[in-house]
């Protein structure tokens, strides 16, 4: 028996397929299928942060909907526990294809203001993560399995952001006399 696995659907061949009942499943017989409905929850099982490119690599046990991901509903944290210092996402990005693996690409300002915390994501040691059920859906429409704050996922692996700031733009008005810097970050 031959099983295509998109958590919809089996297709059966071979003269041992039990889910044909009986019905011959050889050659030019055509294909037996048997409907099995996805019921499970697709789980966080590991992510990695990259400040380097402002990102966040996901890896669920499933294929997501990009489509359904809603950014503002993953909390980063320094600890896995209830006092630990909690940002919760803006913004930002990830990418569109249905895929078990997940990228985020952190807003600028959301990435700034991390920057600007010395207690949170600026090591692998007060690296943390956590969902909650709405933050994306499977394939199927069912929910991610929420992650809590005390069960925050550490991060598997960290690039520390080590681009120095530039100066992207300038101001300069003399009749004030003040001279105004934009940097990069």
């Known amino acids: 028996c031959q099983a295509q696995t998109s958590g919809t659907a089996r297709a059966c061949r071979g003269p041992r397929c039990q889910t044909c009942r009986g019905r011959p499943a050889g050659r030019g017989a055509g294909m037996c299928l048997t409907f099995v409905p996805d019921t499970i929850a697709p789980i966080l099982v590991s992510f990695a942060v990259d400040m380097q490119l402002a990102q966040l690599y996901l890896q669920f046990t499933e294929p997501v909907d990009p489509a359904t991901i809603a950014l503002p509903e993953a909390t980063l944290q320094?600890?896995?526990?209830?006092?630990?210092?909690?940002?919760?996402?803006?913004?930002?990005?990830?990418?569109?294809?249905?895929?078990?693996?997940?990228?985020?690409?952190?807003?600028?300002?959301d990435f700034n203001v991390l920057e600007s915390l010395?207690?949170?994501?600026?090591?692998?040691?007060?690296?943390?993560?956590?969902?909650?059920?709405?933050?994306?859906?499977?394939?199927?429409?069912?929910?991610?399995?929420?992650?809590?704050?005390?069960?925050?996922?550490?991060?598997?692996?960290?690039?520390?952001?080590?681009?120095?700031?530039?100066?992207?733009?300038?101001g300069l008005d003399m009749s004030q006399g003040t001279l105004t810097l934009s940097f990069s970050k």
């Open 78 to 109: 320094s600890a896995a526990s209830y006092n630990s210092y909690q940002f919760r996402l803006t913004g930002g990005s990830a990418n569109n294809t249905v895929s078990s693996q997940v990228v985020i690409t952190l807003s600028t300002s």
């Open 118 to 170: 010395p207690q949170l994501f600026t090591s692998q040691n007060n690296s943390f993560l956590r969902v909650s059920a709405l933050f994306v859906r499977d394939v199927a429409g069912i929910s991610v399995q929420n992650v809590n704050a005390t069960g925050a996922l550490p991060a598997a692996y960290y690039v520390r952001d080590a681009t120095r700031p530039s100066v992207v733009a300038f």
